[in-house]
């Protein structure tokens, strides 16, 4: 069968409520390619505006980790839309061949699907149904994800519910606010991840159920077993970041950058962080020369030295004391303003004496002078004669 006279049918690779998927060949431009095409439009009234809504949303993104989208169009009142060809399974197949997988290639998935998701929010698309069968392998093992038909824009005023009532994604990997028919979020995709991490690391989902409303009251009300205890061989780190995925509220879940980010960097290991280097001992800083006289330094003494730093000080008092009771030869050069003052005040009192005592003691030639007329000679008692 020829689609829009470009597009050429050759098998099924899968067949979903809305619609089948079919490898074809691009006649144009000779590649291979994947058709997606809506089966019928009047089940589900819903479905072509779904439809629109996934070419829409996935035509915006160009990511390695995303399908891409190609074309979108109408043939015989049916639309298609086409994708790139992922040669490879679904994370479903995977899980029905393998079980388990080992932790280090669920790292490199959750870091993948992670950074695939990280550029869907970026340009606020929500994709609300992450599940194995929508996270395909290509042959080089590298992640894609596929499947918009139910996303959303962050600012699309519709709620989490369709037309007809029902909660709008896969019951085994519902977030709990949207159990509560709230409006999905880019952490609603990353808690649908965690539980596809967990069961690619346990065989099993979180949480599991008679039927789906059982199962959505464990998504609010149950804590999960962590994977170490149903037998995963993982580090404590990977498992603790999963449970984080895992939480309840969605404002204690980690971004998908932030988990694409921890995941690729190997964070998921455990690894101890690498100590820093040890910096080198720091010198004291050295005398500044350029003042004049000498620096100057002072240590603080120790406990230890209390008591000879006391002995010292008195030692140095003892000698202050000595210099004081007896000035030496260095005291009296250095108060040597003050001796030559007290030297030149000594002097002068010295010369004022002998001055005066020259000049009150009686003159030696008095005594042969005879006396003038008038004066009267008293003759001392001990020169009398008797």
């Known amino acids: 069968m020829l689609i829009a006279g470009r597009y050429r049918l050759h098998t099924t690779l899968g067949r979903g ?35 629109r809504l996934e070419a829409q949303t996935a035509g915006r993104l160009n990511h390695p980790h995303v399908v891409g989208v190609l074309d979108f169009g109408s043939f015989e009142d049916r639309l298609f839309l086409v994708m790139e060809l992922i040669e490879g399974d679904s994370l479903s197949q995977v899980l029905a061949d393998s079980g388990t997988l080992p932790a280090a290639r669920v790292a490199r998935i959750a870091a993948q699907a992670a950074a695939g998701l990280a550029a869907a929010h970026q340009q606020g698309i929500v994709h609300r149904d992450i599940k194995p069968g929508n996270l395909m392998l290509d042959a080089d093992g590298s992640l894609k994800i596929g499947d918009f038909g139910i996303a959303r824009f962050l600012d699309d005023p519709a709620g989490g519910l ?41 065989g099993r989902t979180p949480f599991q ?14 804590a999960p077993t962590p994977p170490g205890r149903l037998g995963a061989d993982l580090p404590p780190a990977f498992e603790n970041h999963l449970l984080g995925l895992l939480a309840k ?24 962080e690498p100590l820093p280097a040890a910096r080198p001992a720091q010198r004291p800083p050295a005398p500044d020369r350029s003042a004049t006289g000498p620096a100057t330094t002072y240590a603080l003494p120790s406990a230890a030295s209390s008591t000879s730093t006391a002995a010292v000080r008195g030692a140095a008092g003892d000698r202050r004391s ?6 030496g030869v260095g005291d009296l050069l250095t108060q040597r303003p003050r001796v030559v003052g007290a030297a030149a005040g000594a002097v002068v009192f010295v010369l004022a004496v002998l001055v005066g005592v020259a000049w009150f003691s009686p003159d030696s030639s008095s005594a042969e002078t005879p006396p003038g007329p008038g004066a009267t000679v008293t003759s001392s008692p001990a020169a009398s004669v008797p």
């Not at 409520?17 to 439009?41: F, H, T, Y």
């Not at 008679?210 to 009300?221: F, Y």
């Open 322 to 327: 000595r210099r004081r009771r007896r000035p």
């Open 162 to 202: 369709t037309a007809t009532g029902q909660i709008v994604g896969t019951s085994l990997y519902l977030a709990p606010e949207r159990a509560l028919g709230k409006t999905a979020g880019p952490p609603s995709d990353m808690y649908s991840l965690g539980c596809v991490l967990y069961q690619l690391l346990t």
């Open 249 to 272: 509220r969605p404002e204690d879940r980690p971004t998908a950058r932030q988990t694409a980010a921890w995941y690729a960097e190997g964070a998921w290991q455990g690894r101890p």
């Open 17 to 51: 409520a809305m619609g089948e998927v079919w490898r074809a060949r691009d006649e144009m431009i000779g590649r291979p390619v994947a058709v997606k095409l809506l089966l019928s439009q009047d089940a589900d009234p819903t479905a072509a505006a779904r439809f």
């Open 209 to 222: 159920g008679s039927s789906p409303v059982a199962i959505l009251h464990q998504h609010l009300d149950t």
